[in-house]
């Protein structure tokens, strides 16, 4: 019972259910905040996921270990739970005040300690490697965050200056309502927010893949060669 409730909260990380969401929080922003405001999230969820997967790389190649830890594989589930759910929590914490927004960034933090958790309990990851993907994860909605900020504060300053705010909405914080427009863009994102989930949200396809492009690297001595510089000088 324990081991299968553990399944069930892991699968909040995965790349398809999380992913989905992610593309959802982008047409969101989209239509009721602006075109940069998607872009910015699609951007630091990109870049991302290429983090991740280009540590997973260079940890299979190399054979890291940190403290007695390994650190071959950081968890992306761990990321991606704490990015999408973390951005997810900041966009709602702009719309709703009191006790209902700290008892929704309370169910985000919830969430992602679950996520992190079970990663740990089914031997699936390292704590180490949990540590990195959620640090991975927060860092990616820390960008975010400033990012939404600086366009508040954009928007603000051209209220300031003489234009008329949007129409029902008396302050930054609060977006507009506008028809939904869904602009070619936006339409590519969610599709490969979609082709992502369905490529890597299938642990047997995306971690064997990994392993032999790490496989090759060490192979042909591009990244550690047999044996890790970095691993060496660790306690084992």
Partial sequence: MFIAL?????????????LPVSGVLAAVLWRRHSVKAAAGWVAALALMVA?????????????????DDRLT???GHAALSAAVYGAVGVVVARHVEGWRRNAFLLAV????AGVAVSRVILRSHSVTEVTVGLALGGLAVAAFAQ???RIARAQ????????AP?????????????????APLLAVAVLLLGAGAVTFGNRTTAEPMLKHIAMLLRQDDVLCGP?????SLLPR
Avoid: Y
């Fill in 6 to 18: 553990n399944k069930a909260v892991t699968l909040l990380g995965s790349a398809p259910v999380v």
């Fill in 51 to 67: 983090v991740v997967m280009l540590l997973k790389i260079a940890g299979h190649a190399c054979n890291v270990h940190f403290l």
């Fill in 73 to 75: 594989s950081p968890s």
């Fill in 109 to 112: 933090f919830g969430v992602v």
């Fill in 147 to 149: 990012g939404l900020a």
């Fill in 156 to 163: 603000a300053a051209e209220v300031t200056v003489g234009q």
């Fill in 166 to 182: 949007p129409p029902l909405s008396p302050s930054p914080w609060r977006w507009p309502s506008s028809p939904l427009v869904v």
């Fill in 227 to 231: 044996v890790s510089p970095l691993d």
